[in-house]
C-alpha cells in the first residue's frame, strides 16, 4: 500500500520559518514527480512546488520564499517556508507521480495533509 505521510505543519507568526517533511512508502519514486500542494479555506487546491531529477518550479506567491528537496535515499521530500505570510495559511499536501505534475489532475497519490496556520 503506498503512503505519503506530511509532518512539521503547526501554527508561526509572520516572517517565521517552517520545514514540512513528507514520508514516503510502498513504492519508490525515485523516478517520479514529486510536488506539494496547498488548499485554503474554501479555495481550489494549488500546486506550490514540484521537483524531480534536480529540476525544481515553483508558483510565484512563494518564489524565493519556499524551497524543495527530496531525500530519494530516505524516501524523504521537504519544503522548507521561510518568511511566512498569512495569505500562506493552507493545508499542505505532498504529492506524487509518475507524469508531470502541473496540477491537481496529474496526481496519483496524495497525502493526508499538514495544517500551516501563519498569524499577522
Known amino acids: 500500500q503506498v503512503q505519503l505521510i506530511e509532518s512539521g505543519g503547526g501554527l508561526v507568526q509572520a516572517g517565521g520559518d517552517l520545514r514540512l517533511s513528507c514520508y514516503t512508502s510502498?513504492?519508490?519514486?525515485?523516478?517520479?514527480?514529486m510536488a506539494w500542494f496547498r488548499q485554503a479555506p474554501g479555495k481550489e487546491r494549488k500546486l506550490v512546488a514540484r521537483?524531480?531529477?534536480?529540476?525544481?518550479s515553483y508558483a510565484t506567491s512563494v518564489k524565493g520564499r519556499f524551497t524543495i528537496s527530496r531525500d530519494n535515499a530516505k524516501n524523504m521530500m521537504f519544503l522548507q517556508m521561510n518568511n511566512l505570510k498569512p495569505e500562506d495559511t493552507a493545508v499542505y499536501y505532498c504529492?506524487?507521480?509518475?507524469?508531470?505534475?502541473?496540477?491537481?489532475?496529474?496526481?496519483?497519490?496524495w497525502g493526508q495533509g499538514t495544517q500551516v496556520t501563519v498569524s499577522s
Open positions: 504529492a506524487a507521480s509518475s507524469r508531470i505534475i502541473l496540477s491537481t489532475s496529474d496526481v496519483e497519490y
Open positions: 510502498g513504492r519508490t519514486f525515485t523516478t517520479d514527480d
Open positions: 521537483r524531480i531529477a534536480g529540476n525544481t
